[in-house]
């Protein structure tokens, strides 16, 4: 296991925020967990778990062991005639599991193409994108547990997913690492195209005979569109979740504001995009300094580079109190800070 010490983690996280972690440690394979937890030096030391560092804020100096996971591997573990069961190590970064899953001629993950980060974090937060979440192909994932050191298969049930959300966000947290996700994809094309901007892009590129390979670049037009680059531009995609809201409170802004997007979740719930939201209350583009919130899309805030992610927690709290007083919705953020 190779450790490193005083290392600034700027090149770790997708705000790029230069801030300094006592000691980082690359975990190549489930065995160097072990060790990890098991080295005298190393293993009181409070640890920061980190993938490919695209959702995650740093407000300071870390005075922990990072925990940088590199475990890779991508392979079919099962097959049928129907579904090939894909596992892949948790530091596989997720768009090269996509396009190795599209050049073996696998469906399920295209329309996820793009996504920052890293595998072992994609079950974590139940990443989605373009109508389809993580949950609907993930077959088991593989965590060490902490506490006793061992490694536990956990299955869909045994994950709780949720939108943007997990039981390793909940009463699992800091409880285990994930070393592995399986994911269960089929080997006839699936074609969801049920996302409004997919359906208008396809149009656009005039594609005639529709390909899993067709959705992905769709995804990937759309996605480099509005969304920033963070190798250019520091940012970990959205900064906060869209809100539910109940269907009065809904009705009630309904009344005001007719404009107002919604998607019904469920009976008497609706959710209300923050990205409007935040439109609306007149942050989108603005500049404070260094730091400030995007101009194609708000729900992402950037670091135009050097800046500070106390400020840009900041900007978080002051966007979430105007969207507060404006609407009465309390955004949640999305993104571990640290
Ligand atoms: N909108 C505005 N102004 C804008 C942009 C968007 O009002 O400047 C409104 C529009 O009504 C638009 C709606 O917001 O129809 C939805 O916008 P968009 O399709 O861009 O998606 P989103 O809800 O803002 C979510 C995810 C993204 C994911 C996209 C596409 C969350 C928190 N974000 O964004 O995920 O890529 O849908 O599926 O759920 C991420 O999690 O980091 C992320 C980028």
């Not at 996700?181 to 080997?187: A, F, M, P």
Request: net charge neutral.
């Amino acid at each position: 296991m190779l450790i490193h010490q005083n290392i600034s983690l700027k090149s770790y996280n997708s705000f790029q925020l230069d801030v300094n972690a006592n000691y980082l440690a690359e975990i190549i394979s489930p065995d160097n967990l072990i060790d990890a937890y098991d080295t005298k030096s190393f293993a009181p030391l409070p640890k920061l778990v980190l993938g490919g560092g695209s959702n995650v804020l740093f407000r300071g100096d870390q005075r922990k062991a990072v925990l940088l996971m590199r475990i890779d591997g991508i392979d079919i573990v099962k097959e049928d005639s129907n579904y090939a069961f894909v596992k892949a190590g948790a530091g596989v970064i997720w768009h090269q599991l996509v396009l190795w899953s599209l050049d073996q001629g696998l469906s399920g993950l295209e329309n996820m193409s793009l996504i920052p980060g890293t595998v072992g974090a994609a079950p974590m937060q139940n990443i989605g994108a373009y109508g389809v979440e993580q949950k609907e192909l993930f077959h088991e994932l593989e965590a060490f547990e902490i506490a006793s050191k061992a490694f536990i298969k956990f299955k869909r049930e045994d994950c709780q997913f949720g939108y943007r959300n997990s039981v390793f966000k909940g009463k699992l947290k800091d409880k285990y690492i994930i070393t592995s996700v399986t994911y269960k994809l089929s080997k006839r094309p699936i074609l969801n195209t049920s996302y409004g901007a997919i359906k208008s892009t396809l149009d656009a590129l005039g594609v005639e005979t529709l390909t899993t390979k067709d959705i992905s670049d769709a995804v990937i037009q759309i996605r480099t569109s509005k969304l920033p680059d963070p190798s250019v531009m520091g940012n970990a995609g959205s900064f906060f979740k869209n809100p539910v809201i109940e269907e009065e409170h809904y009705e009630a802004l309904k009344a005001a504001y007719n404009d107002i997007p919604s998607y019904p979740i469920s009976k008497g719930w609706i959710k209300v995009p923050a990205a409007w939201l935040i439109e609306q209350t007149g942050w989108k583009g603005k500049k404070s300094g260094r730091i400030g919130v995007h101009d194609r899309q708000p729900l992402v805030l950037v670091n135009f580079g050097d800046g500070d992610g106390r400020d840009i927690f900041k900007l978080s709290e002051m966007i979430q109190s105007s969207v507060q007083k404006k609407f009465g919705i309390g955004l949640q953020r999305e993104v571990n800070v640290y």
